[in-house]
């Protein structure tokens, strides 16, 4: 079945190039528009609670392809998915570029969010099936550059448009999808062809051709989901609650300025790149990642702890305490294919834990925002974020046990 890694080294050169250039495309949609707020505002009002609905935007669409994805990969095959979210992606770009109102921003915002999140998806399968042997590294490599695509927006997003304007800062990344897209068509074409012959070969024998598709609520059995959903969880609650919260949180508790601020936020998607080069490493040569666990709880609460008690004492140390704190994140998206034993199974469970955790972490920014405006500090917002820091400790059993998905499905 096509399921099979090819042999051909030309082949996997392929497969490894296109993980490659999809992960470099799949940051780029949230970087890209909150440096340039204040120049859209001149076109297109934005209100806050406008910028508030484009800041929850990510995880909602992230969310909404946690179950969308894995239904049209078994319907479509993985890689014609992957294309059709690669073009989804150009045209959220393009079309949020050419925004007249609001409405045409939030839009294409959506679109290009949710051909992002097929990619957050279905990566992992991806990686199950073209490199079944080298997981940790494959999953740190394009790790890695989900990292950098994250980085360089915010960089150089006002750069763009002080040499033409915010429309082209925008436009100008659907030409790296464009570029990104070129490998991924010779996939899906070879693997529409694939498919066709070996449902032909299925249907001359007269057998049916298995599906494995687990209902949701069976997911619910599996300890390891609930191992690998709980961190991913976690991390996310804190990675969104950072991108809309922290420059005012340390502007108004550490007294740092605007520009400081900006660039304590861009530390953390620069820190995540040791991060995505270790964290899967590890998770797939460790016998368990209960060190990753622990360390990400004492990382976490370092950080919240500082800005609760003395944020002003040392903000930085703070911060890269926070930053490396993330390690499991990319431990999460390793885990996907190392506790599963095929690709349509770690789809399956890459879209049910993103599905739970990203609509989590959609709501955290909006929660925490209104524990602030409603008690007049902080404090209260980043206490709670200390205590849902230790629940990471919750997984520690759960991963701990070493279990498959598949097996505890009984699949």
Not at 37 to 54: F, H, N
Not at 185 to 211: F, K, N, Q, S, T
Not at 377 to 385: D, E, G, N, Q
Request: proline share 8%.
């Amino acid at each position: 079945m096509t399921d099979a890694p090819s042999g051909r080294r030309s082949e996997l050169l392929l497969g490894v190039v296109a993980i490659v250039l999809i992960a470099a495309t799949m940051r780029l949609p949230v970087a890209a528009l909150s440096p340039l707020a204040g120049r859209i505002d001149a076109d297109i009002p934005l209100s806050a609670l406008a910028l508030g609905a484009l800041g929850t935007a990510p995880p909602i669409a992230f969310a909404l392809a946690g179950v969308l994805a894995p239904r049209l990969a078994r319907r479509l095959q993985l890689e014609p998915t992957l294309l059709l979210a690669m073009l989804a992606m150009i045209a959220g770009h393009l079309v949020r570029a050419a925004a007249a109102d609001y409405t045409m921003l939030l839009v294409g915002t959506l679109v290009l969010l949710l051909g992002a999140g097929f990619g957050n998806v279905l990566l992992p399968a991806a990686v199950k099936k073209i490199t079944p042997h080298r997981i940790g590294a494959m999953t740190a490599a394009y790790a890695m550059i989900m990292s950098i695509g994250a980085a360089v927006p915010p960089l150089v997003a006002v750069p763009l448009a002080e040499l033409a304007d915010w429309r082209v800062s925008l436009a100008i990344w659907a030409a790296f999808v464009a570029v990104a897209v070129l490998p991924w068509v010779a996939l899906a074409l070879r693997e529409v062809r694939a498919h066709r012959a070996w449902r032909a070969g299925v249907e001359a024998d007269g057998m049916p051709a298995p599906v494995d598709r687990p209902r949701r609520a069976a997911l619910l059995r599996s300890p390891t989901l609930w191992g690998i959903g709980i961190p991913f969880t976690v991390s996310s609650i804190s990675a969104y609650a950072g991108y809309a919260l922290l420059p005012p949180m340390l502007r108004e508790i550490a007294g740092v300025g605007e520009a400081e601020a900006g660039a304590l936020l861009a530390l953390l998607g620069f820190l995540g790149l040791p991060l995505a080069a270790v964290g899967p490493v590890l998770a797939a040569r460790l016998r368990t990642p209960t060190p990753l666990l622990v360390a990400s709880t004492v990382l976490f609460g370092t950080a919240y702890a500082g800005l609760l008690l003395a944020p002003q004492a040392a903000t930085l140390l703070w911060m890269i305490a926070l930053g490396l704190g993330y390690i499991t994140f990319p431990m999460c998206l390793a885990l996907f294919a190392l506790r599963t034993r095929t690709p349509a199974m770690a789809s399956t469970v890459s879209g049910a834990v993103q599905t739970v955790g990203y609509a989590v972490a959609a709501l955290a920014p909006l929660l925490l925002g209104a524990l602030r405006d409603g008690t007049g500090s902080w404090a209260p917002a980043i206490a709670v974020l200390l205590a849902l820091s230790a629940a990471n400790l919750i997984a520690v059993p759960l991963l701990g046990r070493r279990g498959m998905v598949d097996d505890e499905l009984g699949r």
